[in-house]
């Protein structure tokens, strides 16, 4: 079965680490790959999408993520952690076979430490 | 550059009573759907229109329903309200004729509506 796996409900950094929000899919066909995040009370903004272009997709804020087909993971990192960076993340998919609607990981917390 | 608009914002009604939620969406785009997140939880689809049509049908209860107008805005219909519908609701809308531009845009969502229930 089609499926989108976020490891971690919560992460927690210091500001200045590295960031690093893990997003695996199992199906047999990579999908379009997507990475959001809503910060307290807001919306979901996209991060940065894959759609079978380039493998290293660079997204808003200075997150990027690789979408690796080997591990069918699609991972979401930062060089630097900053105190604004604190949002909940959400991996999302569109499968071939849908309908096309977007479906969403279960999502992960991010807390920065000062 | 225009974006989803919802309204209204906030919306607090009683058990039982119905809560009517709008959706325009970006000019052009001709798909919409609807998601419900609840507290602490990932958004999840309820229903989708393309060209004024249900397009795709996921977990919507069936005291709610959702029709899409010949504008191409959507309204999200909910009857016999519960404590449980207490949610965020997002909208989105996509330009659907393409598959590959609709990944392209990656969904642009809403605001949402925040209804809570009492």
């Known amino acids: 079965a089609q499926s989108v796996t976020q490891l971690g409900s919560h992460v927690s950094v210091s500001e200045g680490a590295l960031v690093l929000l893990r997003c695996n899919y199992s199906?047999?066909?990579?999908?379009?790959l997507f990475w959001y995040v809503q910060y307290p009370n807001q919306g979901l903004q996209l991060l940065l999408k894959?759609?079978?272009?380039?493998?290293l997709v660079k997204g808003i804020n200075g997150f990027e993520a690789e979408f690796k087909k080997s591990e069918t993971s699609f991972h979401l990192t930062k060089p630097s952690a900053h105190m604004s960076d604190a949002a909940e993340y959400f991996c999302?998919?569109?499968?071939?076979?849908?309908?096309?609607?977007?479906?969403f990981g279960s999502g992960t917390r991010l807390s920065i430490r000062p | 550059a225009a974006g989803v608009i919802q309204s209204p914002r906030h919306l607090i009604k009683e058990k039982r009573e119905t809560a009517t939620l709008k959706c325009y969406p970006i000019?052009?785009?001709?798909?919409v759907y609807w998601y419900q997140q609840g507290p602490g939880q990932d958004p999840q689809f309820l229903i989708s229109?393309?060209?004024?049509?249900?397009?795709d049908k996921g977990s919507i209860p069936d005291r709610f329903s959702a029709q899409q107008f010949s504008d191409y805005h959507s309204e999200l219909n909910m009857s016999s309200l519960e404590l449980g519908d207490s949610a965020l609701y997002f909208c989105?809308?996509?330009?659907?004729?393409?598959?590959?531009?609709?990944?392209?845009?990656?969904?642009?969502f809403g605001s949402g509506t925040r209804l809570t229930v009492v």
């Open positions: 989105a809308s996509s330009l659907s004729r393409d598959r590959g531009l609709q990944a392209n845009y990656g969904y642009t």
């Open positions: 199906s047999s066909v990579p999908p379009y």
């Open positions: 894959y759609t079978s272009a380039a493998t």
């Open positions: 999302a998919v569109i499968w071939y076979s849908s309908a096309s609607k977007i479906i």
């Open positions: 000019p052009r785009h001709d798909t």
């Open positions: 229109f393309y060209e004024k049509m249900q397009s």
